[in-house]
């Protein structure tokens, strides 16, 4: 079952996620909507982890990067790698302002 909500938008990017207590690690983004994003992920993670991460979107023609908290909602394995998402733990207002333009 999805358990997503919303209107997603596809969004291919690196991005670079550091759970707390973890090094910091490299994923790739699938899409993305107004309250997460998921993402494919080289390491299993347990729903309700929490770190940080950073990611880059293209708003208005311009690389912006985003960084915000995170939770871990769901992990799944899907061929080599596992597919995770994320939901934003109180993102800033500069951080809503930039998402809020990219899904317009």
């Known amino acids: 079952m999805d358990q997503r909500s919303g209107a997603r938008k596809i969004v291919r990017a690196k991005a670079v996620v550091v759970m707390d207590g973890m090094a910091p690690q490299q994923g790739r983004t699938i899409d993305i909507n107004a309250t997460g994003l998921s993402l494919t992920f080289d390491h ?58 990219f899904l317009r």
């Open 44 to 101: 299993k993670l347990s729903v309700g982890d929490m770190g940080e991460m950073s990611f880059e979107l293209f708003v208005e023609g311009k690389a912006q990067i985003l960084t915000t908290r995170v939770r871990v909602n769901y992990c799944i394995f899907s061929g080599d790698h596992f597919k995770l998402g994320y939901q934003f733990m109180a993102p800033d207002m500069a951080f809503m302002a930039t998402l809020n333009k």
